[in-house]
């Protein structure tokens, strides 16, 4: 059973590794064409500006997300949407150190307020899934690795022999020190 987890995780470490060897390649070839079509200054003062504008949106959005992650806390309502942004603004704000324009458009498009949740619904789909694969089930309910409710293990039958009254029988339980 051991094997099976890492078979799993070779696909995602597969994925990994060919984003880190694409993504410079792909960064470089838009930069050149970008630097070809508007010059190399104007390319560095674009690259400039949108790293400022980003960080500033970044921090702007995460004091926003922090305040709404309290007030779900201190109301006692699950913080589920909440935690998700402040890992997208953490991977976007990550993603706007990085030069180049496709690791900013993909920041972008995890830190601005309104495509941020179709980014926040595609990650929260994309844990459960791999939660209920975890687990033993498949998203979708269909065939797959079978899914066990409570109680639908195996039954043993037994008997109780001797069945001893807790000492404090008709008294009160002895209270515990906290």
Do not use: H, K
Request: no cysteine.
């Amino acid at each position: 059973m051991s094997g099976r987890p890492q078979a799993r995780r070779r696909p995602v470490l597969r994925w990994v590794l060919l984003a880190l060897v694409l993504l410079p390649v792909i960064e470089i070839a838009v930069l050149v064409m970008v630097g070809r079509a508007i010059g190399l200054w104007w390319t560095l003062g674009l690259i400039i500006l949108v790293a400022v504008a980003g960080t500033w949106l970044a921090r702007r959005e995460s004091g926003r997300t922090y305040r709404e992650l309290q007030q779900a806390l201190s109301s006692g309502r699950m913080p589920a949407d909440q935690v998700t942004d402040a890992i997208l603004l953490t991977v976007g704000g990550f993603l706007l150190l990085l030069p180049g324009f496709v690791s900013d458009i993909l920041a972008l498009i995890l830190i601005l307020p309104f495509t941020r949740p179709l980014a926040r619904r595609l990650l929260q789909a994309l844990v459960a899934s791999r939660a209920l694969a975890t687990v033993g089930g498949t998203p979708t309910g269909g065939p797959g690795r079978a899914r066990r409710g409570p109680g639908s293990g195996t039954v043993i039958d037994g008997e109780i022999v001797d069945e001893q009254p807790p000492p404090w029988r008709g008294e009160r339980p002895p209270q515990i020190d906290r």
